[in-house]
C-alpha cells in the first residue's frame, strides 16, 4: 500500500468523527447509550481523547529509551563509517532531529544509530528492539479504538432499536467509524512490516558488509520516513482538528450543515493534501 494512502487513512478517522459529532450534538445530546450509564455526547468526548492520544503515539519523544545517547564499545567491532554520500542521503531522508524540539532535547532513533560511525552492531540491534516495542504499543492504540468505536456502535444500536427512527441517524456513521478505524490499522502493520523486514536482515547478518550498511540505511530511512511523516501529520493538522471538533460536541448549535462542521471538512481535506509534502520534505 501507498505511503500516501496509509496517512490519508487517518485523516479519514478524524474526518468520520467530525461528521459523527455535527450530527450527534443537539439532537441526540442527552441519550443514553443503550446497556450503559453514558450518553452519546460522553462517550464521544472520551474517544476524541483517545483518538488524540493514538495519533500522538507515533511521536518519536513518546518511545521508550527515545532519550539514549551514549555507544556500548568494548569487544563489539564498531559498525565503522558508511559511505559518505550514501550517508549525507540518509541525513536528509531523516530530517527529523531537532526539527521539532529545542537542541536541549534531542533523541536517539534508529537511523541515526545506524548512522554514526561510533555504534556497534549490538548498538543497531538494540535500537530496532526498542523501536519494534513502540510499534507494537501503535498497533495496540489503533486496535482498542476500533475496539472503542465498535463498543460504542453496538451499544448505540441498542439504543436506536430501543427509540426508532430518531436515534437511527447516527448510526451509519458509527458504522463507518468503526471501518475507518479498523483501516487505519494498515499503517502500524506496514510498519511492524517494514521493521520485521529490517530485524530479520539483522539477525541473519553476522558481518555486514557496506553494500548491506548503505541498504540497510536505505530501508530504515523510508520506514521512519513514513513515521515521520505520520507524526507531522498529527502535529500540523489532526491535533488542531480534533480541538475543533470537541468544540462542536460542545457546542448547543452546529448541526452536520454549520459553518463549523465544514471548517472541520475543510481542514480535513487541506491535511490529505499536505500529505506529499510531509512524506516528500522528511
Known amino acids: 500500500m501507498e505511503p ?14 467530525g ?41 518519536v519523544t513518546s518511545w521508550p529509551g527515545s532519550s539514549v545517547t551514549s555507544w556500548r564499545r568494548g569487544n563489539v567491532t564498531p559498525l565503522g563509517h558508511l559511505d559518505v554520500n550514501s550517508l549525507n542521503q540518509f541525513t536528509s ?20 544509530v545506524l ?3 561510533e555504534a556497534t552492531w549490538a548498538d543497531v540491534r538494540a535500537a530496532a528492539s526498542t523501536w519494534w516495542e513502540s510499534v507494537d504499543g ?14 460504542l456502535c453496538n451499544e ?11 436515534a437511527e441517524t447516527p448510526l451509519g456513521l458509527l458504522e463507518r467509524l468503526v471501518a475507518e478505524c479498523d483501516r487505519a490499522t494498515a499503517f502500524p502493520r506496514e510498519l511492524q512490516r517494514r ?49 475543533q471538533i470537541r468544540g462542536i460536541l460542545n457546542s448547543f448549535v452546529c448541526g452536520p450543515d454549520g459553518p ?3 471548517v472541520v471538512a475543510e481542514r480535513c481535506q487541506k491535511a490529505i493534501e499536505d500529505i506529499p509534502r510531509l512524506l516528500r520534505e522528511l
Open 93 to 112: 531522508l531523516l530530517g527529523l532531529c531537532g526539527a521539532t524540539l529545542g537542541h536541549h532535547d534531542r533523541v536517539t532513533t534508529l537511523g541515526q
Open 138 to 151: 501503535l498497533m495496540d492504540s489503533w486496535s482498542r479504538r476500533v475496539e472503542e468505536a465498535t463498543r
Open 260 to 262: 463549523a462542521a465544514r
Open 195 to 243: 521493521l520485521g523486514d529490517i530485524e530479520f536482515a539483522l539477525e541473519e547478518t553476522r558481518e555486514p558488509c557496506p553494500d548491506f550498511r548503505v541498504a540497510l540505511v536505505a530501508a530504515v530511512a523510508e520506514a521512519e520516513r513514513l513515521r515521520d511523516a505520520s507524526t507531522h501529520l498529527a502535529s500540523c493538522h489532526l491535533e488542531a482538528i480534533l480541538g
Open 115 to 117: 548512522a554514526n560511525p
Open 4 to 17: 500516501r494512502e496509509l496517512l490519508e487513512r487517518q485523516v479519514a478517522v478524524v474526518a468520520t468523527l
Open 19 to 59: 461528521k459523527l459529532v455535527a450530527i450527534a450534538t443537539t439532537p441526540y445530546r442527552g441519550m443514553l447509550l443503550g446497556g450503559s450509564p453514558r450518553s452519546l455526547h460522553e462517550a464521544l468526548g472520551t474517544f476524541i481523547g483517545h483518538l488524540s492520544g493514538t495519533l500522538g503515539c507515533c511521536s
Open 156 to 166: 448505540w444500536e441498542v439504543t436506536a432499536t430501543m427509540r426508532g427512527r430518531r
